[in-house]
């Protein structure tokens, strides 16, 4: 694990046990001062129970969590925690009363003095942009507004570390996005150290400055951003972070850095150490597969294929397209490339990616 | 016909008059109904989030008991806190058996497993993550059972009133632990049964009247209550 900056959260030996299921199994984590942790996995990966774990919300089973250094043992410790930080749910759980109530509801739970509460209540809608809903009843408000309502309440008492419950997946797409860019600057101005789980890539991508991916309940890698999504440690994090291409297979020979891995018959090139004989996995982006409808020139990409189209799914802003060529192979190309080469399904195409942009793991 | 049309006519006139009688009664109706009420709500709220927000063994068994009581009939109630007053039983030397506050306990028996019950659900009802942000903003325990009951006010609202709307209309419990003793226990329930029986209709029909009137606030104030807001 690496240790860059100051560690305010380290969890030790954190298992969650229920109905003698073990959900969670966390040997050690460490939660860094300032930054911004994502938990990435899919739904029941244990990434909400982590955030509750270290909320300190649910108690769990064993292990032992320090804040700044000091081990929280009794429960006024764990109190006195819960004062320092806060958390926001994928539901916003607002109280029924204004939505100015519900922004003081945590700074009226410690006592905080009325001038204070209503400037800071003022402070964080105007982050927020809701200030024209402060006399507005919570349950008059929209989805996206009232998730803004409750991010201001939770950063209204100015926790130092804030839990983020998959806050946006309840949102429309423009309203999140609007709401990730506001949470983005916010976390950056107010130096918030943050921890959220998400089930989404972009999401993840866009505000984390490390990554954990989650699966039944251990978190099988952390690290930057670029060090998962360029070097996922299993197949699991590769299929889960977008190497859409995965492929099984047997080192033939390997040469200077370069190995020959033959796969459903064919032989990939990738650059990676394995010895001859063993089993691996490669991984491939599709951003980084080209196609062309000619035969192939002389390429700088080691590997060339004859690939026939299967199927070409729209994705907005970008067209995915799925082929077979000995082996399953997915590539991205733009709605212009689409036109240029006018693809369509079963069309023969010729796809070629780079001995390096081949991501090798050891099984 | 005539019969029911002089009724009314007569009882229109007492209530009009601001008979006496009819008043004292009333207000003795809502006095010993309403304490009832007030001493059901105290144990019924706290016991029925103390039941939905701790998990023990046996608790479904005290949620069916709960559910039970809800139905308990007035009668059994009546005879029960009968024997447990009568003058040498259990509480016999207290020597409360019909008075106003032999009636306030009997309706507080039949009305606080009504209000625990419908306590219960509300609380129940809440999001369970509710429970967890009220403690992640940094409440005691105290705070959050405190603001899960001021979220659950609308239900809470509406068990108070089906436990209102239960004793005031309750006559048999009241008959048997009140005597119905003029100018001392007798409410609008008990004196309906006895004036019908003596053949006053007149009287019988105001005091009826006042009931219906009673029994209608409530329910316009329990659908009030159910059809405003929620859009979420």
Same mark, same amino acid.
Not at chain 1, 104 to 131: C, D, N, P, S, W
Not at chain 1, 315 to 335: H, N, P, Q, S
Not at chain 2, 182 to 208: D, I, P
């Given at each position: 694990?690496?240790?860059?900056?100051?560690?305010?959260?380290?969890?030790?030996?954190?298992?969650?046990?229920?109905?003698?299921?073990?959900?969670?199994?966390?040997?050690?984590?460490?939660?860094?001062?300032?930054?911004?942790?994502?938990?990435?996995?899919?739904?029941?990966?244990?990434?909400?129970?982590?955030?509750?774990?270290?909320?300190?919300?649910?108690?769990?089973?064993?292990?032992?969590?320090?804040?700044?250094?000091?081990?929280?043992?009794?429960?006024?410790?764990?109190?006195?925690?819960?004062?320092?930080?806060?958390?926001?749910?994928?539901?916003?759980?607002?109280?029924?009363?204004?939505?100015?109530?519900?922004?003081?509801?945590?700074?009226?739970?410690?006592?905080?003095?009325?001038?204070?509460?209503?400037?800071?209540?003022?402070?964080?809608?105007?982050?927020?942009?809701?200030?024209?809903?402060?006399?507005?009843?919570?349950?008059?408000?929209?989805?996206?507004?009232?998730?803004?309502?409750?991010?201001?309440?939770?950063?209204?008492?100015?926790?130092?570390?804030?839990?983020?419950?998959?806050?946006?997946?309840?949102?429309?797409?423009?309203?999140?996005?609007?709401?990730?860019?506001?949470?983005?600057?916010?976390?950056?101005?107010?130096?918030?150290?943050?921890?959220?789980?998400?089930?989404?890539?972009?999401?993840?991508?866009?505000?984390?400055?490390?990554?954990?991916?989650? !699966?039944?309940? @251990?978190?099988?890698?952390?690290?930057?951003?670029?060090?998962?999504?360029?070097?996922?440690?299993?197949?699991?994090?590769?299929?889960?972070?977008?190497?859409?291409?995965?492929?099984?297979?047997?080192?033939?020979?390997?040469?200077?850095?370069?190995?020959?891995?033959?796969?459903?018959?064919?032989?990939?090139?990738?650059?990676?150490?394995?010895?001859?004989?063993?089993?691996?996995?490669?991984?491939?982006?599709?951003?980084?597969?080209?196609?062309?409808?000619?035969?192939?020139?002389?390429? @700088?990409?080691?590997?060339?294929?004859?690939?026939?189209?299967?199927?070409?799914?729209?994705?907005?802003?970008?067209?995915?397209?799925?082929?077979?060529?000995?082996?399953?192979?997915?590539?991205?190309?733009?709605?212009?490339?689409?036109?240029?080469?006018?693809?369509?399904?079963?069309?023969?195409?010729?796809?070629?990616?780079?001995?390096?942009?081949? !991501?090798?793991?050891?099984? | 016909?005539?019969?029911?049309?002089?009724?009314? $006519?007569?009882?229109?006139?007492?209530?009009?008059?601001?008979?006496?009688?009819?008043?004292?009664?009333?207000?003795?109706?809502?006095? *010993?109904?309403?304490? +009832?009420?007030?001493?059901?709500?105290?144990?019924?709220?706290?016991?029925?989030?103390?039941?939905?927000?701790?998990?023990?063994?046996?608790?479904?068994?005290?949620?069916?008991?709960?559910?039970?009581?809800?139905?308990?009939?007035?009668?059994? *109630?009546?005879?029960?806190?009968?024997?447990?007053?009568?003058?040498?039983?259990?509480?016999?030397?207290?020597?409360?058996?019909?008075?106003?506050?032999?009636?306030?306990?009997?309706? +507080?028996?039949?009305?606080?497993?009504?209000?625990?019950?419908?306590?219960?659900?509300?609380?129940?009802?809440?999001?369970?993550?509710? $429970?967890?942000?009220?403690?992640?903003?940094?409440?005691? $325990?105290?705070?959050?059972?405190?603001?899960?009951? $001021?979220?659950?006010?609308?239900?809470?609202?509406? +068990?108070?009133?089906?436990?209102?709307?239960?004793?005031?209309?309750?006559?048999?419990?009241?008959?048997?632990?009140?005597?119905?003793?003029?100018?001392?226990?007798?409410?609008?329930?008990?004196?309906? *049964?006895?004036?019908?029986?003596?053949?006053?209709?007149?009287?019988?029909?105001?005091?009826?009247?006042?009931?219906?009137?009673?029994?209608?606030?409530?329910?316009?104030?329990?659908?009030?209550?159910?059809?405003?807001?929620?859009?979420?």
């Amino acid at each position: 694990m690496r240790i860059d900056g100051e560690r305010i959260l380290a969890a030790n030996g954190l298992m969650v046990r229920r109905g003698g299921v073990q959900v969670l199994d966390i040997p050690s984590l460490a939660i860094e001062q300032g930054k911004c942790l994502t938990l990435i996995g899919p739904n029941g990966a244990g990434k909400s129970t982590l955030l509750l774990a270290l909320a300190c919300l649910i108690k769990p089973s064993t292990g032992t969590l320090a804040f700044k250094g000091q081990r929280l043992a009794s429960d006024h410790d764990l109190f006195a925690y819960r004062r320092r930080v806060a958390m926001v749910f994928q539901e916003p759980l607002l109280f029924d009363t204004t939505v100015f109530e519900n922004i003081a509801a945590g700074l009226k739970l410690r006592k905080v003095k009325h001038a204070e509460v209503e400037r800071r209540v003022r402070e964080y809608a105007q982050q927020f942009g809701i200030m024209h809903l402060l006399q507005r009843s919570a349950r008059k408000v929209s989805g996206g507004e009232a998730q803004r309502t409750s991010l201001a309440r939770a950063f209204s008492t100015q926790p130092e570390i804030i839990f983020l419950d998959e806050p946006f997946s309840s949102l429309d797409p423009p309203t999140r996005d609007s709401l990730i860019e506001d949470l983005h600057r916010i976390l950056h101005e107010t130096q918030t150290t943050a921890v959220m789980a998400t089930h989404d890539r972009e999401e993840a991508l866009r505000l984390s400055d490390d990554m954990a991916v989650m !699966h039944t309940g @251990s978190i099988v890698q952390i690290g930057s951003p670029e060090e998962i999504m360029n070097h996922p440690a299993n197949d699991f994090v590769a299929a889960f972070i977008g190497m859409e291409t995965v492929i099984p297979g047997m080192v033939s020979s390997s040469e200077r850095g370069v190995l020959t891995v033959s796969a459903s018959g064919r032989d990939i090139l990738a650059v990676g150490e394995a010895a001859p004989g063993e089993e691996v996995c490669l991984c491939i982006r599709p951003e980084n597969v080209t196609l062309s409808t000619a035969v192939a020139d002389r390429t @700088s990409a080691r590997n060339v294929f004859a690939a026939s189209i299967l199927r070409i799914i729209p994705k907005g802003l970008y067209y995915k397209i799925e082929m077979d060529c000995g082996f399953f192979l997915v590539a991205y190309v733009t709605r212009q490339s689409l036109d240029d080469l006018s693809l369509h399904a079963a069309q023969m195409v010729t796809a070629s990616f780079k001995a390096t942009a081949v !991501h090798v793991i050891l099984k | 016909m005539d019969l029911i049309l002089e009724g009314i $006519r007569q009882a229109i006139h007492l209530l009009f008059t601001l008979d006496p009688e009819v008043l004292g009664i009333t207000a003795l109706s809502l006095k *010993v109904s309403g304490s +009832a009420t007030l001493i059901s709500l105290c144990i019924g709220i706290s016991s029925g989030t103390a039941v939905a927000l701790n998990q023990f063994p046996g608790k479904r068994l005290v949620i069916s008991l709960i559910n039970t009581g809800m139905g308990l009939p007035p009668v059994v *109630v009546g005879l029960l806190v009968t024997i447990f007053l009568w003058r040498n039983g259990p509480l016999g030397s207290l020597e409360i058996l019909y008075t106003p506050t032999a009636i306030i306990i009997a309706q +507080a028996v039949i009305a606080t497993p009504i209000i625990t019950g419908i306590s219960m659900a509300a609380i129940q009802h809440l999001p369970r993550e509710l $429970r967890l942000q009220i403690l992640a903003l940094g409440a005691t $325990r105290l705070q959050m059972v405190w603001i899960l009951i $001021r979220e659950a006010r609308l239900p809470l609202l509406a +068990a108070v009133m089906a436990g209102f709307g239960g004793v005031i209309s309750e006559v048999g419990a009241s008959i048997m632990v009140g005597g119905n003793i003029k100018g001392y226990t007798r409410v609008l329930t008990t004196a309906t *049964v006895m004036e019908t029986s003596k053949g006053n209709f007149e009287v019988a029909l105001a005091l009826g009247i006042i009931l219906l009137i009673l029994a209608f606030l409530i329910n316009a104030i329990l659908t009030h209550i159910q059809q405003r807001e929620r859009p979420r």
